[in-house]
């Protein structure tokens, strides 16, 4: 399965347009990862467990999509969108939402 954000793939006709797939993810991040991000707020650096969390999200999200656009018979998902947010009460709570077109080449 081909995943890219372009539009199109160079050498490679879209033959068939399978339709709009998406892949959403929503994960906590728990009170040690909070107190250790405000350590690094302070101090400054990077974060690696929100970092490690972050790429849990998008790679579970990515495969969401993949496992869509196969069941619709699909060998490509294009122009892939990938949006992050903050969301629950006190923003605790990360959401990563990926999108494209599933297309048959």
Known sequence: MILTTTPT???RPIREYKGVVTGEVIIGANVWKDF???IRDI???RS???ER???EAKNSAFKEIEERAM???ANAVVGIDIDYETIG???SMLMV???GTAVVL
């Open 9 to 11: 793939l160079e050498g």
């Open 89 to 91: 009460a006190s923003s």
């Open 97 to 99: 939402a990926v999108s």
């Open 43 to 45: 101090i400054g650096g």
């Open 36 to 38: 250790t991000a405000s």
């Open 71 to 73: 069941s619709i018979g």
């Open 53 to 55: 969390v972050l790429i």
């Open 48 to 50: 690696a467990s929100y």
